[in-house]
Structure formats: C-alpha cells, structure tokens
C-alpha cells in the first residue's frame, strides 16, 4: 500500500523560503512522475511542479518558474519542493502526487496520478 506524507509546510512572510518534503512507504519512487499541486479557497488544483524518476527531468508551472525548484533524494523515498521568494498567492494547501505509469503528456494533470497524500497548508503573509 503506497502512502505520500507531506511535510514543511507553514507560515511565512513574503519574500520568504519553505521547502516541502514529499516521503512515500510502501514503494519507491524509482520509475515514477512525482507532482506537487495546490488548491487555495474555492479554487481549482493547480499544478506547481513534477519530477520524472527516469531521466530526472522537472517541469514547473508557470506561475512558480524561477522560484520554485523540484528535486530528488538518491534513496529514491522523497521528493522536495524548494519554494523561494514566496507571494501571498502561494498560500494555498499543497499536495503530493505520484504515479508510477503515467505518460509524458499527463504530467501536469491531476485527475491523472493515482496516489496523493493529505496536503500540507503553506500561508505567505503580505
């Protein structure tokens, strides 16, 4: 049974750095898509971020580019989300996704991973 547990979420103020940490029991993240989405009040999932295990390549939404960064750990159970110069339109509930046979062009959709942790609520104070 896979389970995603996210942590380091909290609060900061604008201009600030959180790094969200995404662990998996259960199966190791080799050959998987690892996402980060995020959903604030009454809004949609968006997509932030996703790293494929095989190659190692990240994509980013684009309201995070140049701010945000996606990386691996080598024991292949946790994924980052570096997430710097932080705005008030960061604030929302941060989810972590993976799966393990999800194709190229399905990256950057939700309904497309099968497996998601709880979330983890970042606030960006202005």
């Known amino acids: 049974q896979v389970q995603l547990v996210e942590s380091g979420g909290g609060s900061v103020e604008t201009g600030g750095s959180l790094r969200l940490s995404c662990t998996t029991s259960?199966?190791?993240?080799?050959?998987?898509?690892v996402g980060w989405f995020r959903q604030g009040p009454g809004e949609e999932r968006e997509f932030v971020a996703a790293?494929?295990?095989?190659?190692?390549?990240?994509y980013l939404g684009d309201s995070v580019k140049g701010r945000f960064t996606i990386a691996r750990d080598n024991a292949e159970n946790t994924v980052y989300l570096q997430m710097n110069s932080l705005k008030p339109e960061d604030t929302a509930v941060y989810y972590c996704?993976?799966?393990?046979?999800?194709?190229?062009?399905?990256?950057?959709?939700?309904?497309?991973?099968?497996?998601w942790g709880q979330g983890t609520q970042v606030t960006v104070s202005s």
């Open positions: 996704a993976a799966d393990w046979s999800l194709i190229l062009s399905s990256t950057r959709t939700a309904s497309q991973y099968d497996f």
């Open positions: 790293l494929r295990w095989n190659g190692g390549h990240t």
């Open positions: 259960g199966r190791s993240f080799r050959t998987s898509t």
